[in-house]
């Protein structure tokens, strides 16, 4: 499995882990909990207030009944910022998607550099910056502007090494 793949899987199991951890809640002096979390592309109606439109769909259950509820109404009863954890974390998914070259690419250099086959020479400190590359990309952050400029100015040393190579 890859690094992208490993920090993907991470991520998306981090949805049910979390509503694990919210558990049950009272509302209406009932036991819910939370069964189901998605986003609709036609607008729905929350359940417990009527706010109108929702997209955003959180469905809770409570011996057998289910109610759509939108993300302000869930924070509400469950006492939590779990509209804000989900919205999150949605977005660090969708980064890191957006990322996957550069993970993919920072990874391979890890590993070459670690088994001594990067055909290229790279000092132990850009290593290091590499890992903490690779650790913001994983964690659905963008790289910063000076992290950047390393990234790109090795991927023109390994583009100036292919070049040479061939001729």
């Known amino acids: ?12 199991e981090s949805l049910p882990e979390y509503i694990r951890t919210i558990g049950e809640f009272q509302h209406e002096n009932k036991k819910w909990q939370i069964s189901n979390h998605y986003f609709v592309e036609k607008p729905d ?8 439109p929702i997209k955003e769909i959180f469905e809770i259950t409570s011996t057998g009944n289910i109610l759509k509820v939108g993300n302000v109404c869930i924070n509400k009863i469950t006492n939590t910022k ?29 590993k070459d550099y670690e088994n001594d086959t990067l055909p290229f020479s790279m000092s132990s400190i850009a290593c290091e910056r590499f890992e903490k590359m690779l650790d913001r990309l994983c964690n659905g952050l ?6 950047d400029g390393l990234f790109y100015a090795y991927i023109k040393r390994a583009a100036d090494y292919l070049e040479s190579a061939e001729e």
């Open 45 to 52: 109606r929350c359940q417990i207030c009527g706010h109108y």
């Open 82 to 110: 779990i509209g804000k954890w989900y919205k999150t974390t949605y977005k660090k998914i969708e980064q890191l998607k957006q990322n996957k070259s550069k993970i993919t690419i920072i990874s391979g250099m890890l």
């Open 142 to 147: 963008n790289l910063t502007k000076s992290q």
């Open 1 to 12: 499995m890859s690094k992208y793949e490993e920090c993907l899987e991470e991520l998306e």
